[in-house]
T-cell receptor, first 111, second 116 residues
Framework: QKEVEQNSGPLSVPEGAIASLNCTYSDRGSQSFFWYRQYSGKSPELIMFIYSNGDKEDGRFTAQLNKASQYVSLLIRDSQPSDSATYLCAVINSSASKIIFGSGTRLSIRP | EAGVAQSPRYKIIEKRQSVAFWCNPISGHATLYWYQQILGQGPKLLIQFQNNGVVDDSQLPKDRFSAERLKGVDSTLKIQPAKLEDSAVYLC??????????????FGSGTRLTVV
């Protein structure tokens, strides 16, 4: 079982709709959770982090965390073509020593 | 605030040759990470430094990869000899935190290595 699992996609969403990206993790003691956006040929860019159960909103982005289900999600409202990228879910393991990344979900926003 | 600096941006070498990558973290960041990202995969941690000491190098192929962080600032990652499967982007990241890394990382622009 992979430590952090994501659907590789591609996920195609029409412009203006809500994009929903999901991630599960195996280490129940994981402490912090991150979403990175990576454009093709570029390095990952941190867009959201969440530590507590529930929702955290930042502009058009909402991160959701459910530790009981070991599940993290990212919602992007009013999707724009510029949101087309690969989204990496990342988790700090229970020993709190390093960030472990999923393989990413490729998101495509169609006009 | 200047970001994480990496060089070179691109490198093409033949298999069995050696190559070195350089990283300068954000000023004051104690923790430095080297990640390998193969096309279509997420970044994989190779080595983590806290100041100039190694915290985690469990996934570093030590028979061919080496890394150092002299004086707790700049770092170099070396591959000798390179194999075809080393073709990847090598990302350097830094964090102001201790090894708990609760703040997330800032990545450099990466070095794209192609081994032919």
């Amino acid at each position: 079982q992979k430590e952090v699992e994501q659907n590789s996609g591609p996920l195609s969403v029409p412009e203006g709709a809500i994009a929903s990206l999901n991630c599960t993790y195996s280490d129940r003691g994981s402490q912090s959770f991150f979403w990175y956006r990576q454009y093709s040929g570029k390095s990952p860019e941190l867009i959201m982090f969440i530590y507590s159960n529930g929702d955290k909103e930042d502009g058009r982005f909402t991160a959701q965390l459910n530790k009981a289900s070991q599940y993290v999600s990212l919602l992007i409202r009013d999707s724009q073509p510029s949101d087309s990228a690969t989204y990496l879910c990342a988790v700090i393991n229970s020993s709190a020593s390093k960030i472990i990344f999923g393989s990413g979900t490729r998101l495509s926003i169609r006009p | 605030e200047a970001g994480v600096a990496q060089s070179p941006r691109y490198k093409i070498i033949e298999k069995r040759q050696s190559v070195a990558f350089w990283c300068n973290p954000i000023s004051g960041h104690a923790t430095l990470y080297w990640y390998q990202q193969i096309l279509g995969q997420g970044p994989k941690l190779l080595i983590q430094f806290q100041n100039n000491g190694v915290v985690d190098d469990s996934q570093l192929p030590k028979d061919r990869f080496s890394a150092e962080r002299l004086k707790g600032v700049d770092s170099t990652l070396k591959i000798q000899p390179a194999k075809l499967e080393d073709s990847a982007v090598y990302l350097c990241a830094s964090s102001p935190a201790d090894t708990r890394a609760n703040y997330g990382y800032t990545f450099g622009s990466g070095t794209r290595l192609t081994v032919v």
